[in-house]
């Protein structure tokens, strides 16, 4: 079996396994065996209350995270022509995250009403990124796009300090967490609305894989295959924002996975954008949620906030690849 075919079991596998050890391991730990006994409703009732009650929605919601991200920086990466694009990195989570704190601060509370904001600043913040690069006249190069991303994510962090200027105390503290994201809230109504979200936005990439695969090779090479350009970038943009909005709005700001994720797919012999989408998908789920267990057993029993996990394996990732060339 080629390093290519193989990926999709040993991905599978990982996640299982990644998965199993966050649900098992806590404040209270507990066998393997226990952990599947108790996912079925058998065993101990306080076994079955932890883990189909506390652990099994956080380590689903840090996979349907893990999962939005690697999707959205795969198809970023391919219609910018870019391997150093990504959510966090071009502004886009940034953005989302002024849209959930304006519409927070408004007090819209409902399931919909706080994605769908948050989605309108990624959609802002990806014209704004392009706009930027446009006008300098170098769209295409990975650096201006890089500090065009760069630049409105400051913008969108210094929006949000404004907005909670005269906020309560704890109301800082909270929004500052949530800032370095954490998966600490979960609860099976996020884990079900996140889910929709991430389901939409990831059928929607899948079935435009053939678009990004032409917009990857360059405008002009595009057009020349029929692509209207244009249309098909601004679809996959408004895709990627959606996703990047949605785990914005249910787990905070989390940077670099979708960095990370798919040079490692890529590494794995994926160049076609379905594949790219759907193994980073798989991949996604299982780094985060390999990073959400580091943060709640590096420290015990304090908790580390989630982006900052991703950002130490990010960080240098990205300086190497930057060195590297995109």
Sequence with gaps: MTVRHAFWPVALAALVALATAAIALGAVPLAVGDVWGALFGRGDPLAVAIVRTLRLPRVTLAALVGAGLGMSGAALQGVLRNGLAEPYLLGVSGGAAVGAAVAVSLGVSSALGVPLAAFAGAGLAVALVLLVARAARAHADPRTLLVAGVVVGAFANAAIMVALANAPPNTVRNALWWMMGSAADADWSRVRWLALFVAA??????WAAREIDALSLGEDPAAGLGVDVDRAARRVYALASLLAAATVAAAGLIGFVGLVVPHIVRAAGH???????????????ALVVAADLAARALRPPAELP???????VGVPFFLAQLRRGP
Excluded: M
Aim: glycine share 28%.
């Design 271 to 285: 160049r076609g954008h379905r594949a790219l989408v759907g193994g980073s998908a798989i991949t996604g789920a």
């Design 201 to 206: 936005g990831g059928l929607g990439l899948l």
């Design 306 to 312: 989630l982006g900052a996990v991703t950002a130490l």
